[in-house]
């Protein structure tokens, strides 16, 4: 009985698990002194260099500043860290295969078919630079679908910067 449960729940927690909108991943470099680093500003360069629309370039940003300033981080004109981000875009393409049985229109027992459907899938890697040494100290990465409904992409973006910022700065 205690492993039929054990299971249930596991089996619970995995597909919860799964349907996580956003997949995100941070790599940082080890010797960095993440204790000394209290304010931030934007690299300029790396911003303007991003091939999004400026609106969504101005909601990522907004994101991320109010995501750094609830971790105790000040915006200031002499930072500690300098932020850049970076976005690729890619179609998605799911293929379903669909078995149906029986007599009915389908002549042939156990025929099926098959279901492409896609959808548009986006990256965004927020970067985070030493504003001294000028080297790349952290990077985050967030994955999943986009969407075109201007009404939901402020939420979809707030929620692609607050899942990859939860990992910053590492423990």
């Given at each position: 009985m205690k492993t039929l449960k054990f299971l249930s729940v596991f089996f619970l927690v995995i597909i919860l698990a799964s349907c996580s909108s956003v997949r995100v991943n941070?790599?940082?470099?080890?010797?960095?002194?993440?204790?000394?680093?209290?304010?931030?500003a934007y690299l300029k360069s790396g911003i303007d260099k991003?091939?999004?629309?400026?609106?969504d370039k101005k909601r990522i940003l907004n994101s991320i500043e109010e995501v750094m300033i609830s971790k105790g981080f000040t915006k200031s004109e002499n930072p500690d860290i300098l932020i850049s981000i970076f976005t690729k875009e890619r179609e998605r393409v799911d293929v379903y295969q669909n078995y149906g049985f029986g007599w009915g229109w389908n002549p042939y027992w156990g025929m099926g078919y098959t279901n492409v459907m896609?959808?548009?899938e986006g990256t965004l890697f927020i970067d985070i630079i030493d504003a001294k040494t000028k080297e790349l100290v952290w990077q985050g990465e967030g994955s999943g679908y986009l969407t075109k409904d201007t009404e939901k992409k402020d939420a979809r973006i707030k929620e692609f910067v607050t899942r990859i910022?939860?990992?910053?700065?590492?423990?």
């Open positions: 941070a790599d940082y470099d080890k010797k960095a002194n993440f204790t000394n680093y209290k304010t931030f991003v091939e999004i629309s400026d609106l896609t959808s548009p910022l939860e990992q910053y700065p590492p423990k």
